[in-house]
T-cell receptor, first 115, second 113 residues
Framework: AQSVTQLGSHVSVSEGALVLLRCNYSSSVPPYLFWYVQYPNQGLQLLLK????ATLVKGINGFEAEFKKSETSFHLTKPSAHMSDAAEYFCAVSVGAGNNRKLIWGLGTSLAVNP | GAGVSQSPSNKVTEKGKDVELRCDPI?????LYWYRQSLGQGLEFLIYFQGNSAPDKSGLPSDRFSAERTGGSVSTLTIQRTQQEDSAVYLCASSLASYYEQYFGPGTRLTVT
């Protein structure tokens, strides 16, 4: 069965430090991969996505993620954390074919940024 | 352009009452999804519509929950005889097709007292 694992339900970094949020998936077919962010009391917003092509994808707010097929990973990074990055981050994997594709969601990682 | 909208934004209801939650997807989006998010929890998939049909309703937690979509657009999620454990934020999302990225509405916060 397909699954998504986000390692670390809570991550805390200092302002200006590297942000690394981990996501591993299991899928028997090439997946589409997504990272979403949810700011407090708001809906989810797409940060970035991988479908095909270049495995390093850049998203909004300086975030990027790299699809590593051999490691079945899609970790999210940002070189320098800002206070405004404090939010909940969700990794999702789209599996299946055609109209039977569905998103499998990770449980989320809460990112805290300390001054 | 207009995003996904949901109404009401907040709903407080008494245990045992029925509630209807509404979702207006982005125009032209054929796929529509309902999720539930409890405090501090991840996303719980409820149901997926492609057009007006629901090929995947596997996430509906009980027969008190139902949803419909008309005209390939607006969707309503109905919870009958609400229970306190139904309290959560109900999120709606839409996408161009099932394999495209999903765009989320702001959610409806349901509180059952």
């Amino acid at each position: 069965a397909q699954s998504v694992t986000q390692l670390g339900s809570h991550v805390s970094v200092s302002e200006g430090a590297l942000v690394l949020l981990r996501c591993n998936y299991s899928s028997s077919v090439p997946p589409y991969l997504f990272w979403y962010v949810q700011y407090p009391n708001q809906g989810l917003q797409l940060l970035l996505k991988y479908t095909t092509g270049a495995t390093l994808v850049k998203g909004i707010n300086g975030f990027e993620a790299e699809f590593k097929k051999s490691e079945t990973s899609f970790h999210l990074t940002k070189p320098s954390a800002h206070m405004s990055d404090a939010a909940e981050y969700f990794c999702a994997v789209s599996v299946g074919a055609g109209n039977n594709r569905k998103l499998i969601w990770g449980l989320g990682t809460s990112l805290a940024v300390n001054p | 352009g207009a995003g996904v909208s949901q109404s009401p934004s907040n709903k407080v209801t008494e245990k045992g009452k029925d509630v209807e939650l509404r979702c207006d997807p982005i125009s032209g989006h054929t796929a529509l999804y309902w999720y539930r998010q409890s405090l501090g929890q991840g996303l719980e998939f409820l149901i997926y519509f492609q057009g007006n049909s629901a090929p995947d309703k596997s996430g509906l937690p009980s027969d008190r929950f139902s949803a419909e979509r008309t005209g390939g657009s607006v969707s309503t999620l109905t919870i009958q005889r609400t229970q306190q454990e139904d309290s959560a934020v109900y999120l709606c999302a839409s996408s161009l097709a099932s394999y495209y990225e999903q765009y989320f509405g702001p959610g409806t916060r349901l509180t059952v007292t």
